[in-house]
């Protein structure tokens, strides 16, 4: 696989940068700076998304495009990828076995990926043998294949990982932390730590208290990290722990520039850094 701080490149849609143009600007002034790291707009897409539709990067120069057809969302949203590559001059290999796998549930490091439990929703034909599913994801993306248990519906609307946990290495875990989960999530989480033998730190999060129930502001974890920088979510809410946060990060990534950001506006709306982004190398 090839992971995020190996990228030099991170592409946004276009409808960010026309439908939160502060934002935008936030971003690429505070990556702009950093001449070895290239930004480019995604044509023909619907919203401000981009990881979720979307290939995976497994090696130079192989993408691999699964299915989008994501059942939190109506069809007449749906960014078709099909579209986004041709119009972006991007070659693809589509899922051997017609997966339907969104990017932001992909948390990937070299020699394995962490998925949620959602995607068995999201294929409802291997109801009765999931793992026969996560084999043929494991095939397609030429790399092993770790589940864990996604929130309900109701809870998190997507039920990705990038807003459970993110790699550091190959032998640690940066996630929300274990103490405040609910208990199924926890007893997953800790069940793969033990099997896998991964280190885990934990992060802050809060739940966003306002009426949209989509908001995922109070999700630290879900960050941009583009080579040796990593673009973090802080927020302007009265339970926010950016401090607390930026404190961990700043500790977990020795090597890395930290730069804090705040894109409410765009959270507010189901998604932060990892959601808006996606990164290859190219």
Known sequence: MIIDSECNTVYFSEKLKENFPEEFNRISAALSPFEYIKIKLLKATKDEWARDYMPIQTANRRLVKFRYQPSYEVRAKWTEPTKVLRANRLLADFSKHNINLDGGNVVKWKDKVIITDRVVKENHIYKNDPDLLFDRI?????????????????????????????????????????????????????????????????????????????????????????????????????????????????NSFP???????????????????????????M
């Open 138 to 250: 494991s095939e397609d993306l030429q790399t092993e294949v770790i589940v864990i248990k996604a929130h309900s519906q109701k809870d998190d609307m997507t039920g990705h990982a990038d807003g459970m946990l993110r790699f550091v290495n190959e032998n640690t875990l940066i996630g929300n932390r274990l103490s405040e989960e609910y208990k199924p999530i926890r007893e997953s989480i800790e069940g793969m730590l033990k099997k896998y033998q991964f280190n885990y730190i934990d992060m802050p999060f809060f739940i966003d208290d306002s009426e949209n129930h989509y908001s995922a502001i109070g999700t630290y974890v879900n960050f941009l990290e583009i080579a040796d920088v990593i673009l973090f979510p802080v927020f302007n809410h009265p339970k926010q722990k950016n401090d607390e946060a930026l404190e961990i990060m700043h």
């Open 255 to 281: 090597d890395r520039k930290i730069i804090p950001i705040n894109i409410d506006a765009v959270g507010k709306d189901g998604g932060l850094m990892n959601c808006i982004s996606w990164c290859v190398k």
